[in-house]
């Protein structure tokens, strides 16, 4: 299944209080439960003013309708074709 970063840009979302970042992930994961286990929310990264989240999803088209369904931004939609670590230079 494929793997998407999403960039949201969203001003402020490093000033984002625990409470706010804990109702956005609510609303983020009753969506998710709604459209089936076909699309799976990673992990995210806050930084002062974008969010970047981890899909795995079918395609570009359900990670689009999540983040309209929720309100959410998705500024940027790119596919993961690999990934490097440390390990990748042994």
């Given at each position: 299944?494929?793997?998407?970063?999403?960039?949201?840009?969203?001003?402020?979302a490093?000033?984002?209080?625990?409470?706010?970042?804990?109702?956005?992930?609510?609303?983020?994961?009753?969506?998710?439960?709604?459209?089936?286990?076909?699309?799976?929310?990673?992990q995210?990264?806050?930084?002062?003013?974008?969010?970047?989240?981890?899909?795995?999803?079918?395609?570009?088209?359900?990670?689009?309708?999540?983040?309209?369904?929720g309100?959410?931004?998705?500024?940027?939609?790119?596919?993961?074709?690999?990934?490097?670590?440390?390990?990748?230079?042994?």
């Open positions: 299944m494929p793997k998407f970063v999403i960039e949201r840009d969203i001003p402020g490093g000033s984002l209080s625990a409470e706010q970042l804990h109702a956005i992930s609510q609303k983020s994961c009753g969506i998710l439960r709604e459209m089936g286990p076909q699309i799976q929310w990673v995210s990264y806050v930084t002062d003013d974008k969010i970047y989240c981890i899909y795995i999803a079918p395609d570009e088209e359900a990670v689009r309708k999540h983040a309209e369904q309100g959410f931004p998705a500024n940027r939609v790119s596919q993961i074709r690999s990934a490097i670590d440390p390990t990748t230079a042994e």
